[in-house]
């Protein structure tokens, strides 16, 4: 059984973030003035302070930094997983798609999105096969 994701309050800081996943896309918040991305999605970049930062498609791949699989207290084992994007930044999110007992750090993982509702969607990673990595 599938874990059940709920819509996040919307604001207008992380509205387009969310949007977009709805169509299958992760986006990162970049600063043009220090270079950099960051994530969760504000306007003030939070490295530098700057207020020049736009959005920019992710690639939307990266490695299991640390993790941890709830089995208390819920019907089914679920993977909560800190993952470092290729792009440098580090999300919390879920790993799915997976045998729990089989995720380890340094992982390779791609995004997937799970639907909130009919415009919002929620990137979630799951593992990469060996076939996808070498592509």
């Known amino acids: 059984?599938?874990?059940?994701?709920?819509?996040?309050?919307?604001?207008?800081?992380?509205?387009?973030?969310?949007?977009?996943?709805?169509?299958?896309?992760?986006?990162?918040?970049?600063?043009?003035?220090?270079?950099?991305?960051?994530?969760y999605p504000r306007v003030i970049c939070p490295l530098c302070g700057s207020a020049n930062t736009s959005w920019m498609d992710a690639r939307g791949t990266g490695d299991i930094y640390s993790y941890s699989v709830t089995r208390r207290g819920v019907p089914n084992p679920f993977v909560i997983?800190?993952?470092?994007?290729?792009?440098?930044?580090?999300?919390?999110?879920?790993?799915?798609?997976?045998?729990?007992?089989?995720?380890?750090i340094g992982d390779r993982v791609k995004v997937t999105f799970r639907p909130l509702d009919e415009k919002y969607s929620l990137p979630v990673f799951a593992p990469v096969t060996a076939t996808e990595d070498k592509q």
């Open 81 to 104: 997983a800190y993952v470092r994007l290729d792009e440098g930044v580090t999300v919390l999110t879920n790993i799915v798609d997976c045998d729990v007992d089989k995720v380890g």
């Open 1 to 39: 059984m599938e874990q059940i994701f709920s819509t996040p309050p919307m604001n207008p800081e992380s509205e387009p973030f969310y949007e977009a996943a709805g169509q299958g896309r992760l986006l990162l918040k970049t600063c043009a003035d220090c270079g950099k991305c960051h994530y």
